[in-house]
């Protein structure tokens, strides 16, 4: 699951799954690194780049890139935890497909100007050989964790 880099307040996510763990009940989760190491990162910060800002700051892809304070807090909260990266991938048929399928969130409330911006800007960054398939580099960081109690 990828759903740690979407927690909002993961203090609270850290002492919650502290208290329905067993003892010595496992926590695996999995977050993106940045986006130096995943494209999926590289290419959601390239296109949110055209928009205001986040709807909340800190939260969604690449914002554990450096799980330090979540581990931390898992630790606080009972949970021993550590991350194990791995470099993963896959490949997509073309950047029309990478578009549809990557960016609609990210780029929903920008004006079409704005998107035709967004779009240009992602593919002369990440297709510079022009269209075609392209392979996709995904850091992941495993989150392992086992409650103490």
């Not at 799954?17 to 494209?39: H, I, K, M, N």
């Not at 911006?117 to 960054?125: M, N």
Request: aromatic share 10%; proline share 7%; net charge negative.
């Amino acid at each position: 699951s990828l759903s740690f880099m979407y927690v909002v307040d993961r203090a609270a996510a850290a002492g919650e799954f502290a208290r329905v763990l067993r003892p010595g009940g496992r926590l695996v989760g999995s977050v993106w690194t940045g986006p130096e190491q995943c494209d999926l990162v590289r290419f959601q910060k390239i296109a949110g780049s055209f928009a205001a800002g986040p709807p909340v700051p800190g939260v969604g892809p690449g914002a554990l890139a450096d799980p330090a304070q979540f581990l931390q807090q898992l630790t606080e909260a009972g949970i021993d935890a550590h991350a194990e990266t791995e470099i993963l991938g896959f490949d997509i048929d073309s950047y029309a497909m990478a578009w549809d399928g990557f960016a609609g969130v990210t780029t929903a409330s920008l004006s079409p100007e704005r998107q035709q911006e967004a779009r240009g800007a992602v593919f002369s960054e990440m297709w510079p050989d022009g269209e075609g398939p392209r392979h996709f580099r995904n850091g992941t960081q495993f989150i392992i964790g086992r409650n103490a109690e």
